[in-house]
T-cell receptor
Framework: AQRVTQPEKLLSVFKGAPVELKCNYS??????LFWYVQYSRQRLQLLLR??SRESIKGFTADLNKGETSFHLKKPFAQEEDSAMYYC?????????????FGTGTLLAVQP | DGGITQSPKYLFRKEGQNVTLSCEQN?????MYWYRQDPGQGLRLIYY???????QKGDIAEGYSVSREKKESFPLTVTSAQKNPTAFYLC????????????FGPGTRLTVL
């Protein structure tokens, strides 16, 4: 079964500390992985996708097929990074945009 | 102003009543989606549509219905058969033909009294 697991409901760090939001997936084919973010009082929006290999707002995520992981990392957290982060997997083959979301991790960056 | 809109922002309904949530987009996207967001459960797909006059059930379609008569519109009806309808509902749209970025609306919070 296709599944996305985010083991941490809440991650609290201090400003300037490194951040790693964990995401593991279960998928039999070649996965497309995404990180979506929801800031307070804003819409859910795409942060980054593995195929782009970009760094967005200082965040990076590397797809590790051996460990079936797609952890989100940032070396130095900022207060404005506080938000809800969702890892998502595209499912049912490449012809559709169906997304399977994890349960989300709330990142709280303390001053 | 381009984007995806949902109305109303808050909706209250009595048990046993059907209610329809609106979702409109002017992004010229072929694909549209409805998700339900519950605390601790993330987003779960209710229905999706990849083209006008066609739609498919998602993971939790029971108690819901949709229509896609126009490219811009994808209304969701929460029927009285939905056992636990109180939730936050999100609509999204994307271009079709592959795992593309989904653009989300602001959401509708439905409360059943």
């Amino acid at each position: 079964a296709q599944r996305v697991t985010q083991p941490e409901k809440l991650l609290s760090v201090f400003k300037g500390a490194p951040v790693e939001l964990k995401c593991n997936y279960s998928y039999s084919g070649s996965p497309e992985l995404f990180w979506y973010v929801q800031y307070s009082r804003q819409r859910l929006q795409l942060l980054l996708r593995h195929i782009s290999r970009e760094s967005i707002k200082g965040f990076t995520a590397d797809l590790n097929k051996g460990e079936t992981s797609f952890h989100l990392k940032k070396p130095f957290a900022q207060e404005e990074d506080s938000a809800m982060y969702y890892c998502a997997l595209s499912g049912a083959g490449g012809a559709t945009n169906k997304l399977i979301f994890g349960t989300g991790t709330l990142l709280a960056v303390q001053p | 102003d381009g984007g995806i809109t949902q109305s109303p922002k808050y909706l209250f309904r009595k048990e046993g009543q059907n209610v329809t949530l609106s979702c409109e987009q002017n992004l010229n996207h072929d694909a549209m989606y409805w998700y339900r967001q519950d605390p601790g459960q993330g987003l779960r797909l209710i229905y999706y549509s990849q083209i006008v006059n066609d739609f498919q059930k998602g993971d939790i379609a029971e108690g819901y219905s949709v229509s896609r008569e126009k490219k811009e519109s994808f209304p969701l009806t929460v029927t009285s058969a939905q056992k636990n309808p109180t939730a936050f509902y999100l609509c999204a749209s994307s271009t079709a033909g592959g795992p593309n970025e989904q653009f989300f609306g602001p959401g509708t919070r439905l409360t059943v009294l």
